[in-house]
T-cell receptor, first 117, second 112 residues
Framework: GAVVSQHPSRVICKSGTSVKIECRSL??????MFWYRQFPKKSLMLMAT?????????EQGVEKDKFLINHASLTLSTLTVTSAHPEDSSFYIC?????????????FGPGTRLLVL | AQSVTQPDIHITVSEGASLELRCNYS??????LFWYVQSPGQGLQLLLK??????LVQGIKGFEAEFKRSQSSFNLRKPSVHWSDAAEYFC??????????FGGGTRLMVKP
């Protein structure tokens, strides 16, 4: 149980375009999802916390207008990188916390590798 | 503010040897502690977690970790490493705000 998927697994796009990444909890309803960014050979940096039906909470230094998060249902959160630039190239990982368990226990998706040319 | 330090960036062990990965944390209250493993290009898999109770925690794949409050540590151990254990390991501390703060990671390499 506690499976989280992401789509796409990798994406290449041109500079200036927007890219949407989906995060789905497959076998549970996730009231809270998290979006992380991981640079090569680095740790994970929390970008934002997404709560179903409300606005996402962004971490300091993360541009909310650039990284749009929508948590429209209990099983789906999306991250849209708007007007992507090469410096946005990274590995983006989502996670979800499962109802009935402590929210600090997060189940992670397999990640999405974004390359902006 | 909470923080996590993993002092060893790389560790290499021989297959069959024992393993200990170090993790030190800084947090003002009783922490929730986690160990995750990440294979190349993959997401993170939860190995084990500590919330309260017995300070020696058993996890999946034969891993265990011991919470030592006096040393602010939560070291991960395995008695006999397998080649498939080669991966990146992350220690994390959770707070009431539901955030996870990750350490910098330790890359484990296993020699045949």
């Amino acid at each position: 149980g506690a499976v989280v998927s992401q789509h796409p697994s990798r994406v290449i796009c041109k500079s200036g375009t927007s890219v949407k990444i989906e995060c789905r909890s497959l076998d549970f309803q996730a009231t809270t999802m998290f979006w992380y960014r991981q640079f090569p050979k680095k740790s994970l940096m929390l970008m934002a916390t997404s709560n179903e039906g409300s606005k996402a909470t962004y971490e300091q230094g993360v541009e909310k207008d650039k990284f749009l998060i929508n948590h429209a249902s209990l099983t789906l959160s999306t991250l849209t990188v708007t007007s992507a630039h090469p410096e946005d190239s990274s590995f983006y990982i989502c996670s979800a916390s499962r109802p009935g368990t402590r929210k600090e226990t997060q189940y992670f998706g397999p990640g999405t590798r974004l390359l902006v040319l | 503010a909470q923080s996590v330090t993993q002092p060893d960036i790389h560790i290499t062990v021989s297959e069959g040897a024992s393993l200990e990965l170090r993790c030190n944390y800084s947090y003002g209250a009783t922490p929730y502690l986690f160990w995750y493993v990440q294979s190349p290009g993959q997401g993170l898999q939860l190995l084990l977690k500590y919330f309260s109770g017995d300070t020696l925690v058993q996890g999946i794949k034969g891993f265990e970790a011991e919470f030592k409050r006096s040393q602010s540590s939560f070291n991960l151990r395995k008695p006999s490493v397998h080649w498939s254990d080669a991966a990146e390991y992350f220690c994390a501390v959770g707070a009431r705000s539901n955030m996870l703060t990750f350490g910098g990671g330790t890359r484990l390499m296993v020699k045949p």
